[in-house]
């Protein structure tokens, strides 16, 4: 009896103790499990998969448990009733790791799963495309990209960013595309520079290239200075019509900030110069079209004051009178109509001294070429014979 209770004991302290080994999380999990958090500080969006799933897989790398997520370590039969114990303890807490780090606009895409391989399958196979399509943008951004008013450090800065994150999608961009971008970017105070680049048989790694842009912009930035400080270019500046280069910024839009906001107004003695003079008594600051004296006399010159104010005079002669039309012309002299007939309509002429004469007779009359007499004779086909009409003298 004392035997049995003895073996009996034995193999509940071996259950137990084998269950207690069972239990036991492994160091290098329990440190993953205890730090993803500050390992891995930016919980996954749409926009940062990639550079999520480097990260996640390079921490459950380092500390042996990569199998899990892809799969390589699969699920023991559950007959192995200590080995399926075991996996299943590392993969659920390697599960909870995962959700840990996941936001919550895509946690319920994978809050059903039960192994760490599903939901990163599902994440990779739902994210993947959405990832594509961000690596094309980036690219597009970058074939676009242009120095517009920034320094070359900030104008490099924003290509490597774009470079980086491509690389974190990914893909992957040859280093001759990225000093192509570079270069097409440029102003053109560097076509002189970019041509360099491109006539040089010997390639050039984006380290020199980076130092060469740095190196020309100081020149550049040299050389404008010493060109703004000759006399020369300061006169010619001076000289600049400054209220037209305003207007035209302007016109470019109500937000728009031109690129050089710092412009130095001209001198007074230039803005003066442009203001007009008024002929007629030498007031400067307006024009004769808002003179309120253009017609007072007592400004005028004074010889001839009366040249200023001539009046048309009107006076009776036989000439022909032709309107504007080619039709049809005016006379008051009836012997210039051939066989004139009463006029039946009620029609009258307006002259331009406010007279409405009415017309008397219509008749066909022959207009005289130029330094010709007036030919009174009947000619039905010649072309001048045009339609006439009288009116009273």
């Known amino acids: 009896m004392t035997e049995l209770g003895s073996?009996?004991?034995?193999?509940?302290?071996?259950?137990t103790s084998d269950v207690a080994t069972e239990l036991t999380i492994p160091p290098s999990l329990k440190f993953l499990v205890s730090n993803i958090k500050n390992l891995v500080p930016t919980q996954l969006i749409l926009e940062n998969y990639a550079i999520w799933r480097l990260q996640l897989f390079q921490h459950f790398s380092a500390n042996g448990f990569e199998d899990h997520l892809t799969g390589t370590d699969s699920r023991p039969p559950s007959s192995a009733v200590s080995e399926f114990k075991t996996w299943t303890l590392v993969d659920q807490n390697l599960v909870s790791a995962l959700l840990s780090t996941i936001s919550p606009s895509i946690l319920p895409y994978v809050?059903?799963?039960?192994?760490?391989?599903?939901?990163?399958?599902?994440?990779?196979?739902?994210?993947?495309?959405?990832?594509?399509s961000r690596v094309i943008q980036l690219k597009n951004e970058l074939h676009q990209i242009q120095m517009c008013d920034h320094t070359m450090r900030q104008y490099l800065d924003q290509i490597k960013i774009l470079v980086d994150n491509i690389t974190a999608a990914g893909s992957t961009i040859d280093t001759?595309?990225?000093?192509?971008?570079?270069?097409?970017?440029?102003?053109?105070?560097?076509?002189?520079f970019t041509t360099a680049i491109r006539a040089s048989l010997q390639p050039i790694s984006l380290d020199d290239l980076y130092s060469l842009l740095c190196s020309e912009e100081i020149n550049l930035q040299h050389r404008q200075l010493k060109e703004t400080s000759n006399p020369e270019v300061l006169a010619m500046l001076s000289n600049r019509n400054y209220s037209g280069q305003w207007k035209s910024n302007k016109q470019r839009g109500k937000n728009h900030i031109p690129c050089n906001q710092q412009q130095a107004e001209p001198p007074s003695a230039a803005k003066t110069s442009m203001r007009p003079s008024y002929q007629i008594y030498g007031k400067t600051g307006h024009t004769t079209l808002n003179c309120w004296h253009c017609c007072n006399l007592n400004y005028a010159p004074p010889s001839n004051p009366k040249a200023l104010t001539v009046q048309q005079q009107f006076s009776s002669m036989n000439d022909w009178i032709v309107d504007s039309g080619v039709s049809s012309h005016l006379t008051e002299d009836i012997s210039n109509l051939q066989q004139p007939l009463p006029y039946p309509g009620s029609d009258t002429v307006s002259l331009v001294n406010g007279l409405n004469l009415p017309i008397q007779n219509s008749g066909q009359g022959i207009l005289p070429l130029p330094e010709s007499n007036r030919s009174t004779s009947q000619s039905n086909t010649s072309p001048w014979s045009q339609t006439q009409w009288s009116i009273p003298p």
């Open 7 to 15: 073996t009996t004991s034995q193999r509940t302290n071996a259950s």
């Open 111 to 132: 809050i059903s799963l039960g192994t760490a391989h599903d939901v990163w399958l599902t994440l990779e196979r739902r994210l993947q495309p959405t990832n594509r």
């Open 176 to 192: 001759e595309d990225i000093i192509l971008y570079i270069l097409n970017g440029l102003p053109a105070a560097y076509n002189a």
